[in-house]
């Protein structure tokens, strides 16, 4: 069934110490839970690890163009999200993204929340080629129907050793430590498991999840929530597997691939602020495939990087050196009804340097893991830059000095 909803309600914030206990079920929104905003409802189409064919590259562009406002946000998860679609425009469009296999189940579709290191086999750096995994583990879970009790907001993310990930906060992480092993961390623990195993082991870390969950009875969403007693543990996984716990398993940690040639046969571009038009989607093709990403651009591959100058001229980012490589904002206004300002017309790039992120309210949505600039929207028109007060015909000096100066972190 196809629904609008009205902007989620918080529940309540814990007391210090207290386990939080929710309420109610996540109130994000999918492609058939369409959410209302202040420009129209709002569709967030999951991808997993960001794939898209050539033809759902074009579908999508399509969908955008004739169901909402012509653009299409890249989100943090490196999912999809149209805006200004209008009422009563779900019916329209769940039969085309299904039409096109970006529905394979609409009981699923809000759960298939997969991140994987977009550059895998692509460019000869990683251990494993985990957009397979990301892959095998869709599959699964869309067919295993108790998945479908994982909340909206329960992420997978898979590692393929360099790291670029894994700092996003998944709630079960597979890191490629060997072409044939990976680990699976999960609440501070880790087990190590057969590469062939690995999909198979998320979706068991996640079924242990769910049955501690159910047993704390505070309706948990993330692993993060889950209170003290009832921890997940990924030892639950060596009883479906055969795995070996691995004391003091640590996460690496490594930088996104920056934005220009992937190897002799792909490229990586960002878009501006997060939005892509439909024609800037478009110039992607012709390609094998587009892999949204979680820093707001795409990974292509199967082209030709000499293509690069082309799409520069389309307005994507391509170059590491970009004022606007690493720039992001929040929706604002005027599609938020929250925010205290246009910010991402307000938005102004400083020197390349640490991440930036402009946010209309303290909610800070989107804003990037890890350490970056907090520009944040103030009463009477000025912004606060990681807490200052600056005018808004100061921020290009203040964001400046803010991404380019030394600083400890977050
Ligand atoms: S951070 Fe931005 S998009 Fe999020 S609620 Fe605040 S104003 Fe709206």
């Not at 795995?243 to 571009?269: R, S, T």
């Not at 799409?311 to 490589?325: C, F, K, M, Q, Y």
């Amino acid at each position: 069934m196809l629904a609008a909803m009205p902007p989620p309600v918080p529940s309540p914030t814990p007391a210090p110490g207290a386990p939080r206990v929710r309420e109610r079920g996540d109130a994000c929104p999918g492609a058939l839970r369409l959410h209302s905003a202040d420009d129209g409802h709002l569709a967030r189409l999951r991808l997993p690890a960001g794939r898209l064919t050539a033809r759902q590259v074009e579908v999508l562009a399509d969908a955008a163009e004739a169901l909402g406002d012509g653009r299409i946000s890249v989100t943090s998860r490196g999912n999809a999200e149209l805006r200004g679609l209008a009422d009563g425009c779900g019916a329209e469009l769940a039969p085309l993204l299904a039409e096109a296999g970006l529905l394979p189940s609409p009981t699923h579709e809000r759960v298939r929340n997969i991140v994987a290191s977009p550059a895998s086999g692509l460019d000869g750096l990683g251990a494993a080629d985990v957009q397979l995994w990301a892959r095998e583990l869709d599959e699964r879970l869309c067919a295993a129907p108790w998945a479908a009790g994982l909340s909206g907001r329960f992420l997978f993310v898979l590692d393929d050793g360099r790291g670029d990930v894994t700092g996003l906060g998944g709630d079960v992480t597979l890191v490629a430590v060997a072409p044939d092993a990976a680990h699976l961390h999960m609440g501070g623990r880790a087990v190590r498991v057969a590469a062939a195993d690995a999909p198979r082991a998320a979706l068991a870390a996640a079924r242990a999840f769910l049955s501690a969950a159910r047993a704390a009875g505070t309706g948990a969403w993330r692993v993060r929530e889950l209170p003290e007693g009832h921890q997940a543990d990924v030892r639950d996984v060596r009883k479906a597997l055969a795995a070996e716990e691995v004391p003091e398993a640590v996460l690496p940690q490594g930088p996104p691939p920056a934005p220009g040639p992937l190897g002799p046969a792909a490229l990586h571009v960002l878009a501006p602020l997060g939005r892509l038009t439909a024609g800037r989607l478009r110039a992607l093709l012709p390609a094998d495939e587009v892999r949204l990403t979680p820093w707001r651009g795409a990974v292509v591959a199967g082209t030709d990087p000499a293509r690069l100058p082309a799409l520069e001229a389309h307005g994507l980012i391509t170059r590491p050196d970009s004022p606007w490589a690493g720039v992001s904002a929040c929706t604002g206004r005027p599609g938020c009804a929250k925010s205290l300002a246009d910010v991402r017309a307000d938005a102004v790039p400083g020197r390349p340097g640490l991440p930036v992120h402009y946010s209309g309210c303290e909610r800070r949505c989107g804003h990037p893991h890890g350490d970056w600039v907090d520009v944040l929207a103030a009463p009477g028109g000025g912004y606060l830059v990681d807490g200052a007060p600056v005018p808004r015909t100061d921020l290009a000096p203040a964001v400046t000095t803010a991404r380019t100066a030394p600083r400890t972190t977050r």
